[in-house]
């Protein structure tokens, strides 16, 4: 079994910030990428950003320059630092890891059970 588990969201003041984490643990060869999706009532599942196993990130337009991606290999984690904080910015988040479990297994998608991040104004 593989479980990721999120932590760090809340609530905030427009303008504020907040980390979210999320570590994957169980049966694991090999993480490749690793990201943060959101979802927000009545709308789609949305990218956030994501990060390569070696450290290459990619943003949505809606969070460049204030949101940042991080990853501890080491520890099977996963980090979104969000600064300036919109209301826009409210809804669940959900991280996302592409894993391996074992080596001759195919790669494959695994998700969090969300946290939640309101922000307020």
């Known amino acids: 079994q593989v479980q990721l588990v999120e932590s760090g969201g809340g609530l905030v003041q427009a303008g504020g910030s907040l980390r979210l984490s999320c570590q994957a643990s169980g049966t694991i060869f090999i993480i490749n990428d690793m990201g943060w999706y959101r979802q927000a009532p009545g709308k789609q599942r949305e990218l956030v950003a994501t990060?390569?196993?070696?450290?290459?990130?990619h943003y949505a337009d809606s969070v460049k320059g204030r949101f940042t991606i991080s990853r501890d290999n080491a520890k099977n984690t996963v980090f979104l630092q969000m600064n300036s904080l919109k209301l826009e910015d409210t809804a669940v988040y959900y991280c996302?890891?592409?894993?391996?479990?074992?080596?001759?297994?195919?790669?494959?998608?695994?998700w969090g059970q969300g946290t939640q991040v309101t922000v307020s104004s």
């Open positions: 996302n890891a592409d894993l391996k479990r074992w080596s001759n297994l195919r790669a494959q998608g695994y």
């Open positions: 990060i390569t196993s070696v450290g290459s990130t």
